[in-house]
């Protein structure tokens, strides 16, 4: 491998919808880099990303992959992403790793549903942006009218930085030029509007633009150009086929001239401090010879490598055989391998300079999101966390095979620690193991690789939904607990107070005990037991949450005070003092917001208002289709995956969102009651 410099790196991810041809992009671009000598084929399973079997069985992209490459004597490292939204999780992720985004829009299908939500989390992390419109070589297409649907979504700064021509089988570029053939615009009136654009980020620039008339040479305007980017000022807007070719030698120009090196795009947002201490932002400097800051945005469960830590660095250079602390850790840890990636391959070199992006092997403290360095100067510091969907759709899960338990459980923990958005919940109450991902494709994928890679069947059933149970007024409970068989007994009296609080505001625990009645070391023994009752719930057998509960008063006696004894007093006090206090069961409320044709909106309308769930806003997106967002509980969406594939005949697409937990409809909070109870009566 050559040797480069900081200054040479660039750091870029392929985001967008799914099947607008990110991985066929990145493969054309490896091709043209002469990275690799032919190109793959994402429908024949060849391609350097797509490389896992789950991959090239389903078609599309389940991971993120990285890939890098030399061009015009700059070195790119590049993230291909997954489109769909069930797996946007490792898309997310990967914007903690680079300085600029491609957002790459399908010409046939326009602005979809990750298309938007990517430029925005792109924008929120203040990464460089660039638009790709891929697929140019398709038929019967309308680009001009694509552009202004873009122009009108993401505003007039998103500019034509090159043009299609001859019928879209090349592209012309428009910030060296000012002439071509092309087929829609000008590039003399394009190329006029992008300087312009550009040179309003110098003053003295713009001064000297106004009084010659002359355009400035590429030199001047390569500052200007990555501070309109920055700022977000700017975001070119480049026309390319993956499949023809078109436009690829273009967008590999751009990426080495004019994506930002390290220094160049914003800083990562770090800050120092310890954990509910006030936080010190820390800005880490793309220097080779300062003090190690990397950060890990990605952990994969290699079967053969074991643990493996992908990340980003910022700061310093890592050497093989050099210590570094995970995060806080007093334990440093030897770097033994220090590698580069190229999809499924792996290439050990010796050292990686702040930009670039590598991994490490076989180092089981290394956790997503964490940070690594070489000195206690680095102490405490972190990169601000980005924000992840919440996980809402969820299976039970439970192993075929008696005696499978507990390699269940560590197969789940490999899967959660590969993906931000895939969570394990234990039920104690229904000795329910449930996984939650962000969709029911996300979780099919979870069970097929548990069956393929890991060899493990499970059977699989609706879960109980997460519901909560809160009071609506205040109320008083007192419980004596007194047990007397012989030798020492137990005692203990607890009087507690309970009122509301604000829905999300959780449980608050006060001691308010005066003249010592419940003697302090017995304080712990009352919160433990008041936690047990809210845990078991009073209504329907659901965790009660958003109260606030004082213990006033109580008595306990010279020998026969226990813990344990109020522990008990504790628990049938508060359970007490619910039943006083009008509960009632809350539900998740899910943010919906679903990709549909035109012509079935009345159908889903209707749909989603069977399953109490009402719209609060329609868009139309072009081409015959729109975007309906809406709000519907969860309890309601467990087949919905196939309900949408039926009205849509298989074009629609959804994600949600958690909002809020909402008060259950009377008749829902009887039936589940009533089910609470004959449970009561079982055991």
Same mark, same amino acid.
């Given at each position: 491998?050559?040797?480069y410099?900081?200054?040479?790196?660039?750091?870029?991810?392929?985001?967008?919808h799914?099947?607008?041809?990110?991985?066929?992009?990145?493969?054309?671009?490896?091709?043209?880099?002469?990275?690799?000598?032919?190109?793959?084929s994402?429908?024949?399973?060849?391609?350097?990303?797509?490389?896992?079997?789950?991959?090239?069985?389903?078609?599309?992209?389940?991971?993120?992959?990285?890939?890098?490459?030399?061009?015009?004597?700059?070195?790119?490292?590049?993230?291909?992403?997954?489109?769909?939204?069930?797996?946007?999780?490792?898309?997310?992720?990967?914007?903690?790793?680079?300085?600029?985004a491609?957002?790459?829009?399908?010409?046939?299908?326009?602005?979809e549903?990750?298309?938007?939500?990517?430029?925005?989390?792109?924008?929120?992390?203040?990464?460089?942006?660039?638009?790709?419109?891929?697929?140019?070589?398709?038929?019967?297409?309308?680009?001009?009218?694509?552009v202004?649907d873009?122009?009108?979504?993401?505003?007039?700064?998103?500019?034509?930085?090159?043009?299609?021509?001859?019928?879209?089988?090349?592209?012309?570029?428009?910030?060296?030029?000012?002439?071509?053939?092309?087929?829609?615009?000008?590039?003399?009136?394009?190329?006029r509007?992008?300087?312009?654009?550009?040179?309003?980020e110098?003053?003295?620039l713009?001064?000297?633009?106004?009084?010659?008339?002359a355009?400035?040479?590429?030199?001047?305007?390569?500052a200007?150009?990555?501070?309109?980017?920055?700022?977000?000022?700017?975001?070119?807007?480049?026309?390319?086929?993956?499949?023809?070719?078109?436009?690829?030698?273009?967008?590999?120009?751009?990426l080495?001239?004019?994506?930002?090196?390290?220094?160049?795009?914003?800083p990562?947002?770090?800050?120092?401090?310890?954990p509910?201490d006030?936080?010190?932002?820390?800005?880490?400097?793309p220097?080779?010879?300062?003090?190690v800051?990397?950060?890990?945005?990605?952990?994969?469960?290699?079967?053969?490598?074991g643990?493996?830590?992908?990340?980003?660095?910022?700061?310093g250079t890592?050497?093989?055989?050099?210590?570094?602390?995970?995060?806080?850790?007093?334990?440093?840890?030897?770097?033994?391998?220090?590698?580069?990636?190229?999809?499924?391959?792996?290439l050990?070199?010796?050292?990686?300079?702040?930009g670039?992006?590598?991994?490490?092997?076989k180092?089981?403290?290394?956790d997503f999101?964490?940070?690594?360095?070489?000195?206690?100067?680095?102490?405490?510091i972190?990169?601000?966390?980005?924000?992840?969907?919440?996980?809402?759709?969820?299976?039970?899960?439970?192993?075929k095979?008696?005696?499978?338990?507990?390699?269940?459980?560590d197969i789940?923990g490999?899967?959660?620690?590969?993906?931000?958005?895939?969570?394990?919940?234990?039920?104690?109450?229904?000795?329910?193991?449930?996984?939650?991902?962000?969709?029911?494709?996300?979780?099919?994928?979870?069970?097929?690789k548990?069956?393929?890679?890991?060899?493990?069947?499970?059977?699989?059933?609706p879960?109980r939904?997460?519901?909560r149970?809160?009071?609506?007024g205040?109320?008083?409970?007192?419980?004596?607990?007194k047990?007397?068989?012989?030798?020492?007994?137990?005692?203990?009296?607890?009087h507690?107070?309970?009122?509301?609080?604000?829905?999300?505001?959780?449980?608050?625990? &006060? =001691?308010?005990? !005066?003249?010592? *009645?419940?003697? $302090?070391?017995?304080? #712990?023994?009352?919160? @433990?037991? /008041?936690?047990?009752?809210?845990?078991g719930?009073?209504?329907?057998?659901?965790? &009660? =949450?958003?109260? !606030?509960?004082? *213990?006033?008063? $109580?008595?306990?006696? #010279?020998?026969?005070? @226990?813990e /344990?004894?109020?522990v008990?007093?504790?628990?049938k006090?508060?359970?007490?003092?619910?039943?006083?206090?009008?509960?009632? *069961?809350?539900?998740?409320i899910?943010?919906?917001?679903?990709?549909?044709?035109?012509?079935?909106?009345?159908?889903?309308?209707?749909d989603?208002?069977?399953?109490?769930?009402?719209?609060?806003?329609?868009?139309?997106?072009?081409?015959?289709?729109?975007?309906?967002?809406?709000?519907?509980?969860l309890?309601?969406?467990?087949?919905?995956?196939?309900?949408?594939?039926?009205?849509?005949?298989?074009?629609?697409?959804?994600?949600?969102?958690?909002?809020?937990?909402?008060?259950?409809?009377?008749?829902?909070?009887?039936?589940?009651?009533?089910?609470?109870?004959?449970?009561?009566e079982?055991?």
């Amino acid at each position: 491998m050559s040797k480069y410099t900081t200054e040479a790196i660039r750091s870029v991810a392929l985001v967008g919808h799914g099947a607008v041809g990110k991985t066929t992009l990145a493969e054309a671009l490896l091709h043209a880099a002469g990275a690799i000598p032919s190109r793959g084929s994402v429908e024949k399973g060849s391609t350097v990303c797509d490389f896992d079997s789950q991959e090239k069985e389903t078609g599309h992209s389940l991971n993120s992959a990285i890939i890098n490459f030399g061009y015009e004597n700059t070195h790119v490292h590049l993230i291909d992403t997954p489109g769909y939204p069930d797996f946007s999780g490792q898309s997310i992720a990967a914007l903690a790793g680079v300085d600029s985004a491609l957002i790459v829009i399908n010409a046939q299908t326009g602005i979809e549903l990750m298309t938007e939500r990517m430029m925005a989390l792109a924008a929120e992390r203040k990464l460089c942006r660039m638009i790709v419109i891929n697929k140019i070589d398709a038929d019967n297409l309308d680009l001009p009218a694509l552009v202004a649907d873009i122009r009108d979504r993401f505003g007039k700064q998103c500019m034509l930085l090159d043009l299609p021509s001859h019928g879209a089988a090349d592209v012309v570029e428009v910030l060296e030029g000012t002439a071509g053939e092309v087929d829609f615009e000008s590039v003399a009136a394009v190329h006029r509007a992008l300087i312009d654009q550009i040179v309003e980020e110098d003053e003295s620039l713009l001064a000297q633009y106004l009084e010659d008339g002359a355009d400035p040479d590429l030199a001047a305007l390569h500052a200007p150009f990555e501070k309109a980017l920055r700022e977000g000022h700017l975001i070119p807007i480049l026309f390319t086929s993956a499949k023809t070719g078109a436009g690829i030698k273009a967008l590999l120009h751009v990426l080495a001239s004019l994506a930002p090196n390290p220094a160049e795009g914003n800083p990562p947002p770090f800050y120092k401090g310890l954990p509910g201490d006030q936080r010190e932002s820390f800005q880490a400097v793309p220097d080779p010879d300062k003090h190690v800051l990397a950060h890990v945005f990605k952990v994969v469960a290699d079967p053969y490598m074991g643990k493996i830590g992908i990340f980003r660095v910022h700061q310093g250079t890592i050497r093989k055989d050099a210590q570094l602390f995970v995060g806080d850790s007093k334990r440093p840890f030897k770097v033994a391998h220090l590698y580069q990636l190229q999809g499924k391959d792996v290439l050990e070199v010796d050292q990686l300079l702040p930009g670039d992006i590598g991994a490490i092997a076989k180092v089981e403290e290394v956790d997503f999101d964490a940070v690594l360095h070489d000195s206690h100067d680095e102490d405490h510091i972190h990169l601000v966390p980005l924000e992840f969907p919440k996980p809402m759709v969820g299976l039970a899960v439970e192993t075929k095979k008696k005696g499978d338990e507990q390699r269940l459980f560590d197969i789940l923990g490999k899967l959660a620690m590969e993906d931000p958005t895939f969570l394990i919940e234990r039920h104690p109450t229904s000795n329910e193991t449930v996984i939650r991902g962000l969709g029911e494709i996300h979780l099919k994928a979870k069970l097929e690789k548990m069956a393929s890679q890991y060899k493990l069947d499970v059977d699989t059933k609706p879960p109980r939904i997460p519901y909560r149970e809160t009071i609506t007024g205040p109320a008083e409970g007192i419980h004596r607990h007194k047990k007397q068989s012989g030798g020492a007994g137990q005692f203990g009296e607890v009087h507690l107070r309970i009122e509301p609080k604000g829905r999300g505001e959780g449980f608050e625990f &006060v =001691d308010a005990v !005066k003249g010592g *009645v419940i003697p $302090g070391v017995f304080m #712990a023994a009352v919160e @433990k037991g /008041v936690r047990q009752g809210l845990a078991g719930g009073v209504v329907a057998g659901y965790a &009660v =949450d958003d109260l !606030k509960v004082t *213990v006033f008063d $109580g008595k306990t006696h #010279a020998v026969d005070g @226990k813990e /344990v004894a109020f522990v008990t007093a504790g628990r049938k006090a508060v359970v007490e003092a619910i039943r006083a206090a009008r509960p009632i *069961v809350l539900e998740p409320i899910v943010n919906i917001e679903i990709m549909v044709p035109e012509s079935a909106i009345g159908d889903l309308s209707g749909d989603l208002a069977g399953r109490r769930g009402h719209i609060t806003g329609t868009d139309g997106r072009g081409r015959g289709m729109a975007a309906i967002s809406g709000e519907v509980p969860l309890a309601e969406l467990n087949d919905y995956q196939s309900r949408l594939k039926s009205l849509t005949g298989g074009q629609g697409s959804y994600r949600i969102e958690f909002a809020r937990y909402s008060a259950v409809p009377a008749n829902v909070q009887q039936q589940l009651a009533s089910k609470f109870q004959l449970h009561d009566e079982d055991d």
